[in-house]
């Protein structure tokens, strides 16, 4: 079946520092891939998400991009903030059944 | 607009008592969720509705029921509570189609003791 596996956390950064959080996944056929984040006591919101192979999403000076050769969606951002400290989860979807499957999240800690 | 409202946002039960956790969303989505999310294990599907009319397994089914009430409404209920579905849930919602977002509730925290 389709699943989603995501490094484990804590990750703990400088503000300032350059941040991946690695993302693989399994799949058939080609699913749409997103990110989504958790700021805390609230619900997850989408940060970015692509759709087909070679594909870059980004906001918020984030991005992730789709390589299917790898079957990888690691997530980026050149200079983090304290602000950006949250869990962050990445996800898939794909086929007619609509299912939304996410991994297992990674808390980011940036410290001043 | 009040998005995904889902209700209670808290609540404490004793094992083997029943509830229902209901979920609301205004923005007119064929596709609803239920998600439990615990330590170290992300958010793990229980059930989902492509559309009206329709409901699936998710991850972890087992010890809950669903029902979609209508275009709007998703309940998950609980027959019989037990310490191990001790659990934040998450409702979210989403147009529909596997490239669309989905909006998410502001969970329900459960505690079974």
């Known amino acids: 079946g389709n699943s989603v596996t995501q490094m484990e956390g804590p990750v703990t950064l400088s503000e300032e520092a350059f941040l991946t959080i690695n993302c693989t996944y399994t799949a058939t056929g080609y699913p749409s891939l997103f990110w989504y984040v958790q700021y805390p006591g609230e619900g997850l919101q989408l940060l970015l998400k692509a759709t087909k192979a070679d594909d870059k999403g980004s906001n918020k000076g984030f991005e992730a991009t789709y390589r299917k050769e790898t079957t990888s969606f690691h997530l980026e951002k050149g200079s983090v903030q304290v602000s950006d400290s949250a869990v962050y989860f990445c996800a898939l979807s794909s086929g007619g059944y609509n299912k939304l499957i996410f991994g297992a999240g990674t808390r980011l800690a940036v410290h001043p | ?113």
């Open chain 2, 1 to 113: 607009n009040a998005g995904v409202t889902q209700t209670p946002k808290f609540q404490v039960l004793k094992t083997g008592q029943s509830m229902t956790l209901q979920c609301a969303q205004d923005m007119n989505h064929n596709s609803m969720y239920w998600y439990r999310q615990d330590p170290g294990m992300g958010l793990r599907l229980i059930y989902y509705s492509a559309s009206e009319g329709t409901t699936d397994k998710g991850e972890v089914p087992n010890g809950y029921n669903v029902s979609r009430l209508n275009k709007r409404e998703f309940s998950l209920r609980l027959e019989s509570a037990a310490p191990s579905q001790t659990s934040v849930y998450f409702c979210a919602s989403r147009v529909g189609g596997p490239n669309t977002e989905a909006f998410f509730g502001q969970g329900t925290r459960l505690t079974v003791v």
